[in-house]
């Protein structure tokens, strides 16, 4: 089947991600990729339509990234978006310069109807069906002081003259604002007015048919052949061996490592879908190696010490498995669209992935190939998959763990016995906020062990135990976090089971900290 596909060039901008996720949510497929980018490469794709990203530069000056005037010249409706659009007019003979007035923020936008007509129905096509005035999301220096030849402008704020502008007969659109960012308001009814109306594209990507076409292709694929999963329990990989299982049954084996460093009853959670008994044809080994990674992890209390020993003892007990099973020909790997844009391979972002999944690629499988079965979907579609290929909400909807587990929620050493106090406080944890309905609305949440011992007192007793942190946030990209306003009688609820019913606690801290300064995880 052959894709429509609209394409997104990346200037470097914070948003580019956005521009491609809101338009996959017009149902229209859409890829990334860097300004650097052939021309000749791009049209290879064949695109219904082209949409430039913001960015951080000015693109009068030198060296600033930039297009040809080709680009526009294809046929191709093209949409200009901030940077992109101050671009596509200094390419086209417009002028672009400093702006007399920094717009940051929501800035009311006014729609001008065309000149013909006063009635304002003729607006741009942009921006059929959308209020005016309305609000949108200005972050600019820049600005087009002169809109390129064949140009006019289709609306403007108060500070700015040319806050949007095109050329309908060449299919060419700039719009100064962002339209990606959910503050302004109508932004996806022009995204989708783009890629629906103007580049005409029909709008039928959808996870339904993903998930048939993809599970298609694995089977041509595969043939016959052997395949490996490594499977986490986390929402990625449990997608990724599904449709494998799917797609060639028992000729798939998912291992599963169990180290001893996952969530209250985790372990036991994974084997049920995924085990004999579980829903799936497929053959699933678990590995207890719990024992193994404590003794390793024993006196250890520096922080990078810790997450390289688990992450290579993942990968040793991964590699012993695997060579139980012997030569396989495929190796799958849960990799999503924006592990594929981070780490270079499609936009224009600096490798940012500073950790990853714990592993990382064995060195001494046998296997031809990997898999990627996910490799073009966004975090929220790869979910979609998951509800459509009927896995379990718990599964689909779990929030992120981390690779290296509990290892990093314990400050200081690992132990067995830290391990069960960090597990049960968080489970309680867990279930309150579950209770109280916020599990929704938190981004991530978690008990982490403080490595701090205190004196308190319990019924007449004086204790020295442990005390617990706990840990809300709310982010979008989890690069940046702030802490949630967890209400202070669920916090306070929580407290007094963990203090009752977690032996070893006598004390509960709520973490405060955003991101930066602090990371997320405590280690
Ligand atoms: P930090 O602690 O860096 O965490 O603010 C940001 C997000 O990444 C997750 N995280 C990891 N995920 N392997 C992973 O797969 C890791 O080593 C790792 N360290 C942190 C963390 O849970 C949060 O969602």
């Given at each position: 089947m052959?894709?429509?596909t609209?394409?997104?060039?990346?200037?470097?901008g914070?948003y580019?991600q956005l521009?491609?996720?809101r338009?996959?949510e017009c149902?229209v497929?859409c890829?990334?990729y860097?300004y650097?980018?052939d021309l000749s490469?791009?049209k290879?794709?064949?695109?219904k339509?082209?949409?430039?990203?913001?960015?951080p530069n000015?693109?009068?000056?030198?060296?600033?990234?930039?297009?040809t005037?080709?680009?526009?010249e294809?046929g191709i409706?093209?949409?200009?978006?901030?940077?992109?659009?101050?671009l596509m007019?200094?390419?086209l003979?417009g002028?672009v310069e400093k702006?007399?007035?920094?717009?940051?923020g929501?800035?009311?936008?006014?729609?001008?109807?065309?000149?013909e007509?006063e009635?304002?129905?003729?607006?741009?096509?942009i921006f059929?069906?959308?209020?005016?005035?309305?609000?949108c999301?200005?972050?600019?220096?820049?600005?087009i002081?002169?809109?390129a030849p064949?140009?006019?402008v289709?609306a403007?704020?108060?500070d700015c003259?040319?806050?949007?502008?095109?050329n309908?007969e060449k299919n060419?659109?700039?719009?100064q604002f962002?339209?990606e960012v959910l503050h302004t308001v109508e932004?996806?009814?022009?995204?989708?007015?783009?890629?629906?109306?103007?580049?005409?594209c029909?709008?039928d990507?959808k996870?339904d048919?993903?998930?048939?076409?993809t599970?298609?292709?694995?089977?041509e694929?595969?043939?016959?052949?052997?395949v490996l999963?490594?499977?986490?329990g986390?929402?990625?990989?449990s997608?990724?061996a599904?449709?494998?299982?799917?797609?060639?049954?028992?000729q798939?084996?998912c291992?599963f490592v169990d180290h001893?460093?996952?969530?209250?009853?985790?372990g036991?959670e994974?084997e049920?879908v995924f085990?004999?008994?579980?829903n799936?044809?497929?053959n699933f080994i678990r590995v207890?190696a719990?024992?193994r990674f404590?003794?390793?992890?024993?006196?250890?209390?520096?922080p990078?010490?810790?997450?390289?020993?688990?992450g290579?003892e993942f990968?040793?007990v991964?590699?012993?498995?695997?060579?139980?099973?012997g030569?396989?020909?495929?190796?799958?790997?849960?990799?999503?669209y924006p592990d594929?844009?981070e780490?270079?391979?499609?936009g224009?972002s600096a490798v940012i992935?500073s950790?990853?999944?714990?592993g990382?690629?064995?060195?001494?499988v046998d296997?031809?190939e990997?898999?990627?079965?996910?490799?073009d979907?966004?975090k929220?579609?790869?979910r979609k998959?998951?509800l459509e290929l009927g896995?379990?909400?718990h599964?689909v909807f779990?929030?992120?763990f981390?690779?290296?587990?509990?290892?990093?929620?314990?400050i200081?050493?690992?132990?067995e016995?830290?391990?069960?106090?960090v597990q049960?406080?968080?489970?309680?944890?867990?279930?309150?906020?579950a209770k109280?309905g916020?599990?929704?609305k938190?981004?991530?949440y978690?008990?982490a062990?403080?490595?701090?011992?205190?004196?308190?007192?319990m019924g007449?007793?004086?204790?020295?135990d442990?005390a617990v942190a706990?840990r809300?946030?709310r982010t979008?990209?989890?690069?940046?976090?702030?802490?949630?306003e967890?209400p202070?009688e669920?916090?306070?609820g929580v407290?007094?089971?963990i203090i009752n019913?977690v032996?070893?606690?006598?004390r509960?801290f709520?973490?405060l900290?955003s991101?930066?300064?602090?990371?997320i995880?405590?280690?």
């Open positions: 052959k894709r429509e609209v394409i997104v060039i990346d200037f470097g914070q580019n521009v491609a996720r338009v996959r149902n497929y890829e990334i860097s650097k980018t490469e791009i290879k794709k064949n695109p339509g082209i949409i430039l990203t913001g960015g000015s693109c009068y000056e030198d060296g600033a990234p930039s297009c005037q080709e680009l526009f294809l409706p093209v949409l200009g978006l901030c940077y992109g659009a101050q007019m200094h390419v003979g002028t702006a007399p007035v920094r717009e940051y929501k800035t009311e936008l006014l729609i001008d109807a065309s000149k007509d009635s304002h129905s003729n607006v741009s096509e059929q069906n959308v209020t005016s005035p309305t609000i999301w200005m972050s600019h220096f820049d600005y002081s002169r809109p064949g140009f006019c289709t403007h704020t108060a003259p040319v806050a949007a502008a095109e309908k060419l659109y700039a719009i962002h339209p932004g996806t009814k022009m995204l989708s007015n783009f890629v629906l109306k103007i580049c005409g029909a709008g990507w996870m048919t993903f998930v048939e076409s599970i298609k292709a694995i089977r694929k595969v043939g016959k052949g052997r999963c490594a499977l986490s986390g929402v990625d990989s997608v990724a599904v449709l494998l299982s799917k797609a060639v049954g028992e798939l084996t291992v001893g460093l996952l969530r209250k009853n985790e036991d994974v049920e085990g004999s008994n579980g799936y044809d497929l207890n719990q024992e404590y003794t390793k992890l024993a006196g250890v209390t520096e990078e010490k810790k997450r390289k020993i688990i290579e990968i040793r991964f590699e012993e498995e695997a060579k139980k099973i030569a396989v020909d495929f190796l799958v790997q849960g990799t999503i594929v844009v780490s270079g391979l499609g224009e992935k950790h990853h999944n714990v990382g690629l064995p060195d001494y296997f031809k990997i898999i990627e079965p996910l490799r979907l966004f929220d579609e790869v998959a998951g896995i379990p909400n599964l779990r929030q992120p981390p690779g290296p587990g509990l290892g990093i929620r314990i200081g050493e690992v132990t016995e830290k391990v069960r106090i049960d406080a968080d489970a309680i944890y867990r279930e309150e906020i109280a916020l599990d929704k938190i981004d991530q978690f008990a062990l403080t490595n701090m011992r205190s004196v308190g007192v007449d007793e004086r204790t020295y442990y706990l809300a946030v979008v990209d989890f690069m940046t976090a702030e802490s949630v967890v202070y669920v916090l306070g407290m007094n089971r019913e032996r070893g606690v006598n509960v709520y973490d900290t991101k930066p300064p602090g990371t995880e405590m280690e």
